[in-house]
């Protein structure tokens, strides 16, 4: 069964600060990994999709990497803003089971002004 | 367009009333999800369409039945549910159920009284 941990639960910097959200899953055999915000009761918002043959995907001041191997990703978010406050979920599409993704649960990230 | 619409976005309703929720998209996606979320919890996994035929339903109880009408439009009807079902329902697309982005919808707030 498919695990997806993200670490850490949460995290609180200061506005322009530089930072890494992680997120680690037990079994390789993926499609992709895609990352996503999620502002309280709202939906969740595309951010990047890595597919199982990439290293990384860049979107602005985002870039997200995978090494699929190792069973991590992160994802590195350049001079913060308080606009960025929200939670951070991963979610890995498994290879053998086409449709499920299995989610982390997510990082809460808090930039303060 | 890359949205991915939801209605109702609130919903109250009596444990022996029957509803539905809405999903409708027209990016020409082929895969159609339900997923529900409860608080400070990721998103877990209800239903899947695949080419407008379910493919996935992880155990979900027969009091929320999925239906898929076209390949533009998910429905979800409610029926006698319980407290403990009150969530977030979300509902997602993508291209194909294995390599593409998936787009989420706002959510219903669905509250069992």
């Known amino acids: 069964k498919q695990e997806v941990t993200q670490i850490p639960a949460a995290l609180s910097v200061p506005e322009g600060e530089n930072l890494v959200l992680n997120c680690s899953f037990t079994?390789?055999?993926?499609?992709?990994l895609q990352w996503f915000r999620q502002d309280p009761g709202k939906g969740l918002t595309s951010l990047l999709l890595?597919?199982?043959?990439?290293r990384e995907q860049t979107s602005g001041r985002l870039n997200a990497s995978l090494d699929k191997s190792s069973g991590r990703s992160t994802l590195y978010i350049a001079a913060s803003q308080p606009g960025d406050s929200a939670t951070y979920l991963c979610?890995?599409?498994?290879?053998?089971?086409?449709?499920?993704?299995?989610f982390g649960d997510g990082t809460t990230l808090t930039v303060k002004p | 367009d890359t949205e991915v619409t939801q209605t109702p976005k609130h919903l109250v309703m009596g444990m022996t009333n029957k509803k539905s929720l809405k999903c409708e998209q027209h990016?020409?996606?082929?895969?159609m999800y339900w997923y529900k979320q409860k608080a400070k919890k990721p998103p877990e996994l209800m239903f899947v369409?695949?080419?407008?035929?379910?493919?996935i339903n992880e155990s979900v109880p027969s009091r929320f039945s999925p239906e898929c009408p076209n390949s533009s439009l998910l429905n979800l009807h409610l029926h006698a549910l319980q407290p403990e079902d009150s969530a977030l329902y979300l509902c997602?697309?993508?291209?194909?159920?294995?390599?593409?982005?998936?787009?989420f919808g706002q959510g219903t707030r669905l509250t069992v009284v």
């Open positions: 997602a697309s993508s291209q194909s159920d294995r390599w593409d982005e998936a787009f």
């Open positions: 079994d390789s055999a993926i499609y992709n």
């Open positions: 890595i597919q199982s043959s990439q």
């Open positions: 979610a890995v599409r498994l290879g053998t089971n086409a449709g499920k993704s299995t």
């Open positions: 990016m020409g996606h082929r895969a």
């Open positions: 369409y695949s080419y407008e035929k379910l493919s």
